[in-house]
């Protein structure tokens, strides 16, 4: 979320914030590049994967959640 210019160092800092598996809010940081440009796309990587880490999560939830009803539901009787 935030591009930020450490003025010790002269390189740029990114820092982010996402929610982990537990759903707890985490903030991230990662400093050190040389350029505004490539703290950006270092940014746009991590926001894409995370975002992909979740779909895949609700993806699998529902998955589980599914052959769990389909269980229960080949087990009872009518």
């Known amino acids: 979320m935030a591009v930020i210019k450490n003025q010790k ?3 740029w800092e990114v820092r982010t914030y996402y929610k982990d598996w537990t759903g ?3 903030q991230k940081t990662k400093r050190g590049f040389a350029k505004k440009s490539e703290t950006q796309e270092w940014e746009r990587a991590f926001k894409l994967k995370d975002e992909m880490n979740i779909n895949m ?3 699998i939830s529902r998955n589980c959640a599914f ?3 389909s269980q229960e539901l080949s087990t009872t009787r009518f």
Request: proline content about 0%.
């Open 9 to 11: 160092t002269g390189m």
């Open 24 to 26: 707890t809010r985490r």
């Open 57 to 59: 999560k609700s993806k």
């Open 67 to 69: 052959r769990i009803f």
